[in-house]
C-alpha cells in the first residue's frame, strides 16, 4: 500500500510540474442560476470546424440548460440535449435519449464542420443524434462566449446551466467518434485531452482565469480521482503480479525449452556423426562391390574364353567324326594337343603305329589307370606287365597281345620322347578308341 501511495504522489507531482497543472485540470466549476462566465475570444479558428467537449454534472431543473452558448445561438450547447445549435441551425434535439440521471458525471461532446454540413451530439462516447445544415453555414466571428447562460439579455432561470462542469476545451477540428470515445472511456481523471494539444484552443486552465458573474463556485475533484488513481494502480499492480507470474512461467517454459533444444542439438550431433559413420561404411562397401563386380568381370571374361576354348575343342573333335579310317593326325602338330608339335614324319609314324594299336584295343575301354599309364610311357620302367590285368583295361590282353602292343608303342614312343601328353590328347586318344570300338 505504501508503493501504491508513493506512487500516486509521484504521478501527482509529475503532473503538478507540467506547464498545464494536473491540479488545474481537475478544478471543476459549480454554476448557480444567477452565475455564468462571458468573454469575447478569437472565433476564427472554428468558423468551418468545431468541437466542445466537457465533463457535465447538470443538478437543476430549468427547462434550456445551457453549459455553452455563443453569439446569440450560433453554437448553443444544452445539458438536457434540447435545442443544440450550430452556425444558427438550432434543430439538434437529442433529449429523449440522453438518460443520465440528474446529478451523474457525463462526458459531453457538440461537434459541427461545414465540410461535412453536420452538428453532432455525443454522450459517453456514444453518438446520440446528427443534423444536416444548410450550405455554406459557417460560425461567425466577433460574438460573445458565455458558459452556465444565454448569451445575450436572456440570463434568466430558464436558460441557466445550474450545474458543475470540468475541463470544458474548444478544439479547431471536428473530433471523430473514435476520438471522442477514448476521451470518454479514459474517465474524469484522466488528461487525454491533452493529446488534441495543437487543436485544443480554447482550453478549460484558461477558462478557469476568465472573470465570473453571480455565483460561479470552484471544487477539485483531486481527491477522487486520487482514490481512482490508487484503485487503478492497485488493479494494475495486480495485473502486473499476474503478468510477473506468466512471465515466470514462461521463462520455466523457456528454459525447458532451451534445454529440449540442447539436447535436440545434441542428438542431431550424434545422428550426423553416425550419419558420416554409415556413409563411411557405404562408401567402403561400394569399394568392394566395385572390386568385386571387376573380379567377376574378369572371371566371367575367363570363362567366357573357357567356353570359347572348349567349344574350339568340340569342332575339332567333331571333324574326327566320320570313320575310324579318317583321323586328322595333323592336328598333333598344334600345341593344343601336345606341347611339343611332331613332325610330318612322326605323325606318319604315329597313324601307322595307331592303326595296328587301334586294332587290338577294339572292344576295350581306356581306363583312368591307363591313362596315367600312357601319360608315364616315356619313363624308362614302363609296366607293360600290368596290361595283363583289369587294372587298366577291361578285358585282359593275352600275352601275345601284350607283347605286340609292347612293340608298337615302343615304336610310337621312340617319337614321343619328350613329349608330355595334356588333358586334350587324353580325350583324343578317348575319342578315337570309342570309334574304333564302335
Not at 488513481?229 to 507470474?245: C, F, G, P, Q, Y
Not at 590285368?389 to 610310337?412: C, H, P
Request: aromatic share 10%; charged share 20%.
Amino acid at each position: 500500500m505504501m508503493m501504491l501511495s508513493l506512487l500516486v504522489y509521484l504521478v501527482l507531482a509529475y503532473h503538478s510540474a507540467q506547464a498545464t497543472t494536473y491540479s488545474d485540470q481537475m478544478e471543476g466549476l459549480r454554476f448557480a442560476d444567477d452565475g455564468y462566465i462571458q468573454f469575447s475570444p478569437d472565433m476564427s479558428p472554428f468558423v468551418n470546424k468545431m468541437s466542445v467537449c466537457s465533463w457535465i454534472r447538470y443538478l437543476g431543473s430549468n427547462q434550456y440548460p445551457q453549459i455553452l452558448n455563443y453569439g446569440s445561438n450560433q453554437v448553443r450547447f444544452q445539458s438536457n440535449g434540447a435545442y443544440n445549435c450550430a452556425s444558427n441551425y438550432c434543430y439538434l434535439q437529442v433529449g429523449s435519449k440522453l438518460t443520465v440521471p440528474k446529478g451523474q458525471w457525463f462526458h459531453g461532446c457538440l461537434t459541427h464542420s461545414s465540410t461535412s454540413r453536420s452538428i453532432r451530439y455525443y454522450a459517453d462516447g456514444a453518438l446520440l443524434g446528427t443534423a444536416q445544415t444548410s450550405a455554406g453555414n459557417v460560425i461567425s466571428t466577433g460574438g460573445i462566449f458565455v458558459l452556465g447562460s444565454h448569451s445575450g439579455n436572456h440570463h434568466t432561470s430558464a436558460y441557466a446551466f445550474g450545474g458543475e462542469m470540468l475541463q470544458l476545451n474548444v478544439y479547431a477540428k471536428e473530433l471523430s467518434g473514435e476520438e471522442i470515445k477514448r476521451m470518454a472511456d479514459a474517465g474524469i481523471c484522466s488528461t487525454i485531452e491533452n493529446e488534441n494539444e495543437d487543436v485544443r484552443v480554447l482550453k478549460w486552465e484558461d477558462i478557469l482565469k476568465k472573470s465570473r458573474t453571480g455565483t460561479v463556485t470552484e471544487f477539485s475533484i483531486i481527491d477522487q480521482c486520487s482514490s481512482q488513481i490508487l484503485s487503478r494502480l492497485e488493479e494494475a499492480e495486480r495485473k502486473v503480479n499476474e503478468t510477473e507470474t506468466q512471465l515466470s512461467a514462461t521463462q520455466q517454459s523457456l528454459e525447458e525449452c532451451q534445454q529440449s533444444l540442447e539436447e535436440s542439438e545434441q542428438t542431431l550431433e550424434e545422428t550426423v556423426k553416425e550419419k558420416e559413420v554409415i556413409e563411411q561404411t557405404l562408401n567402403h562397401t561400394q569399394t568392394k562391390l566395385n572390386s568385386t563386380e571387376l573380379q567377376l568381370e574378369n572371371v566371367s571374361t575367363n570363362l567366357n574364353r573357357t567356353a570359347d576354348d572348349l567349344q574350339t575343342a568340340l569342332k575339332q573333335l567333331e571333324q574326327f567324326n566320320q570313320t575310324s579310317q579318317s583321323w586328322d593326325w595333323d592336328l598333333f602338330y598344334q600345341d593344343i594337343y601336345m606341347n611339343t608339335t611332331i613332325s610330318s614324319e612322326v605323325a606318319e609314324q604315329l597313324r601307322s603305329s595307331w592303326d595296328n594299336i587301334a586294332e587290338m584295343m577294339i572292344g576295350f575301354t581306356i581306363t583312368d589307370q591307363f591313362i596315367t599309364f600312357l601319360k608315364h610311357i616315356d619313363t624308362e620302367e614302363r609296366p607293360w606287365t600290368m596290361l595283363h590285368t583289369k587294372q587298366y583295361l577291361n578285358k585282359v590282353f593275352t600275352r601275345e597281345d601284350a607283347n605286340s602292343l609292347i612293340t608298337m608303342w615302343d615304336g610310337i614312343s621312340g617319337s614321343l620322347v619328350g613329349v608330355t601328353m595334356t588333358r586334350e590328347t587324353v580325350e583324343l586318344l578317348k575319342y578315337i578308341t570309342k570309334n574304333c570300338t564302335d
